[in-house]
T-cell receptor, first 112, second 113 residues
Framework: DAGITQSPRYKITETGRQVTLMCHQT?????MFWYRQDLGHGLRLIYY???????DKGEVPDGYVVSRSKTENFPLTLESATRSQTSVYFC???????????FGPGTRLTVL | DQQVKQNSPSLSVQEGRISILNCDYT??????FLWYKKYPAEGPTFLIS?????DKNEDGRFTVFLNKSAKHLSLHIVPSQPGDSAVYFC????????????FGEGTQLTVNP
C-alpha cells in the first residue's frame, strides 16, 4: 500500500543480539532517515541516505549500521544491542529538493 | 549541542483558548522551520512551516511566527481543541543540509475540555 511502513512495530530483544528494523516507502523519495525518540531528547538523527548506495552518519550513529541497496528500502541494524538502545525508532523519507519529511509509524524496541 | 530547543516540556490550556508553543534555535544558518505533531503510537506528521524570508505563516487555526533576530519561533493554535492534544516538535533546516532536519525536544500540549 502507498506510504511509508516500518516493521516490526514492537520488538523485545536481549543485550548482545543483532536486530534489524525495516523501513519501506512507496513514493520513490530520494532521501530516507532514521531517528530515535527518547524522552528529553526529541528526535535524534541516526543515519540518513540521499539515494541508493549513499548513506551518511547523523547525530547518534554509534552502534548502528544501515544499507540502502534499493531506493524504497532503508534497514537499520543494531549489530550488538545494548540497553541504551531501548527507544522508539522512526523512519522518514523526503523527495529530492524537499525539506518536509514523511514519517513512518515507528518501532518500539526494548533491549533487556 | 542542542541547536533547536523547546524549553517547555508540557503545556496545558483550556478548550477554546490560545495555545502558544515556543522554540529557540542557535544556528543562524537555519533558513527553514517546520512544526510536526505527534500522537501516541504514531509517527510525527507535518503541521506547518515557514521560510526565513517570512515572519508569519498561517494555515487555518495554526499560525507560526518567526523572529530571526531573536532566533525564536512560535506556534499559535486558536482556538485550541481537545484533538490538538499531542506532542509538538519544532524542526529546522539549512539549504545546504540536504533535507536534514534538526529537531527540538518536543512539547506535550494538553487541551482540557
Amino acid at each position: 500500500d502507498a506510504g511509508i511502513t516500518q516493521s516490526p512495530r514492537y520488538k523485545i530483544t536481549e543485550t548482545g543480539r543483532q536486530v534489524t528494523l525495516m523501513c519501506h516507502q512507496t513514493w520513490s523519495h530520494s532521501y530516507m532517515f532514521w531517528y530515535r525518540q527518547d524522552l528529553g531528547h526529541g528526535l535524534r538523527l541516526i543515519y540518513y541516505s540521499a539515494a541508493a548506495d549513499i548513506t551518511d552518519k547523523g547525530e547518534v550513529p554509534d552502534g548502528y549500521v544501515v544499507s540502502r541497496s534499493k531506493t524504497e528500502n532503508f534497514p537499520l541494524t543494531l549489530e550488538s544491542a545494548t540497553r541504551s538502545q531501548t527507544s522508539v525508532y522512526f523512519c522518514a523519507s523526503s523527495p529530492s529538493g524537499g525539506v518536509r519529511q514523511f514519517f513512518g509509524p515507528g518501532t518500539r524496541l526494548t533491549v533487556l | 549541542d542542542q541547536q533547536v530547543k523547546q524549553n517547555s516540556p508540557s503545556l496545558s490550556v483550556q478548550e477554546g483558548r490560545i495555545s502558544i508553543l515556543n522554540c529557540d534555535y542557535t544556528n543562524s544558518m537555519f533558513d527553514y522551520f517546520l512544526w510536526y505533531k505527534k500522537y501516541p503510537a504514531e509517527g510525527p506528521t507535518f503541521l506547518i512551516s515557514i521560510s526565513s524570508i517570512k515572519d508569519k505563516n498561517e494555515d487555518g487555526r495554526f499560525t507560526v511566527f518567526l523572529n530571526k533576530s531573536a532566533k525564536h519561533l512560535s506556534l499559535h493554535i486558536v482556538p485550541s481543541q481537545p484533538g490538538d492534544s499531542a506532542v509538538y516538535f519544532c524542526a529546522a533546516s539549512r539549504e545546504t543540509s540536504g533535507s536534514r532536519l534538526t529537531f527540538g525536544e518536543g512539547t506535550q500540549l494538553t487541551v482540557n475540555p
